[in-house]
């Protein structure tokens, strides 16, 4: 296998302070037969710079520099020069665990799909770790088995494309949706999974992924947010749909559309509409969300979290106008609390 070249792709942002760490834990890895394809999406700081440096003293690397256009747009750039028989993707400010690349291709058969586990930090402190129950390799006949072991109630190991090895012919013209900023990375995952028909799963950490302490406050909660949010979710229910008519057989695969969909994020977006006063907040986009509730076959009034129970009552009352009036009304009394503190 270590003939076998990985196409290791890294969009790049203004990434100066943790590229370096980045890059130098790629050329620290044991095997050696990869390509790094660097991505510039127009970086204003010195990660341009730095991308260059790499480029100029390691042959492997190589460095595209490019016009801003997100993560999507620069990951597509990299896709369109890959040659390896697998494509990687490393995220800037992450990097990977010593030894990652002969963990992920070690045993490998030609899978279509790699999954890997990872450490999660905040700052520079380990937070957790999440990995695959088990070292194996499902075949078509068993994908089940791999959604009913790997996949977790809130998908964490599915939700991002690092940690993992996608076979670039099985990926074919598959890329990224440069129309999403929010959640396009889990459904270039969800979409490769609907399709592809072999998966191999290492139960070790082979990746470390930085959540940023100025990153925990990121906006979750704007109308942009809720507007990604719309076009995510079709997107999302139609991928389930078609994953759970290939294992009808997996419990758990059967279950992400009530707990993933509905339960995280159609939840999220109702909460948000009973605390803040939004253009979304009418009986229009309030009827859009009932319509995928309908879909939900397990969705009672305590089948999900208990603050959610006023949410789930109003769904059964079943008039979008009323509930956006009610909205209106508690969103209301939320502002003026907020401008009185």
């Not at 990660?47 to 490019?66: E, G, M, N, Q, V």
């Not at 279509?112 to 520079?124: A, N, P, R």
Request: neutral net charge.
């Amino acid at each position: 296998m270590d003939k076998t070249r990985l196409s290791i792709i890294i969009p790049v942002y203004n990434a100066e302070d943790y590229l370096s760490r980045c890059l130098d834990s790629i050329l620290n890895q044991d095997m050696s037969s990869y390509e790094v394809i660097l991505v510039d999406d127009g970086s204003n700081d010195s990660s341009a710079l730095i991308c260059d440096r790499y480029s100029a003293t390691d042959p492997r690397f190589r460095t595209i520099h490019k016009p801003n256009g997100g993560v999507s747009s620069a990951r597509n750039a990299g896709l369109n020069l890959a040659k390896g028989e697998y494509v990687m993707f490393v995220d800037s400010d992450d990097a990977l665990a010593p030894g990652a690349l002969d963990t992920m291709t070690s045993g490998l058969n030609g899978e279509d799909f790699v999954l890997g586990g990872f450490i999660e930090y905040i700052g520079q402190i380990p937070h957790r770790n999440v990995t695959p129950a088990e070292t194996t390799t499902y075949s078509a006949d068993s994908l089940a088995a791999f959604f009913d072991a790997d996949i977790r109630r809130n998908c964490e190991m599915l939700d991002a494309p690092w940690a993992k090895l996608f076979k670039r012919k099985s990926l074919d013209a598959h890329r990224f949706n440069e129309k999403l900023y929010y959640a396009e990375d889990k459904i270039f995952v969800f979409e490769f999974l609907s399709r592809c028909n072999t998966i191999r799963t290492c139960a070790s950490v082979v990746y470390h992924y930085h959540l940023r302490p100025d990153s925990l406050g990121s906006d979750m909660t704007s109308d942009r947010h809720i507007n990604q949010l719309h076009v995510f979710l079709p997107l999302y229910a139609d991928l389930l749909g078609r994953i759970c008519a290939r294992v009808p057989e997996s419990r758990k695969a059967e279950l992400l559309y009530h707990r993933d969909l509905v339960g995280r994020y159609i939840c999220r977006i109702l909460n948000l509409l009973t605390k803040r006063r939004t253009q979304y907040c009418n009986k229009e986009f309030i009827g859009f969300l009932y319509g995928l509730m309908d879909a939900d076959k397990r969705l009672g009034v305590f089948s999900v979290r208990a603050g959610q129970v006023v949410n789930i009552m109003l769904y059964k009352i079943g008039s979008p106008a009323f509930t956006a009036a009610v909205y209106r009304f508690t969103s209301g009394i939320v502002s003026c609390f907020k401008k009185n503190s």
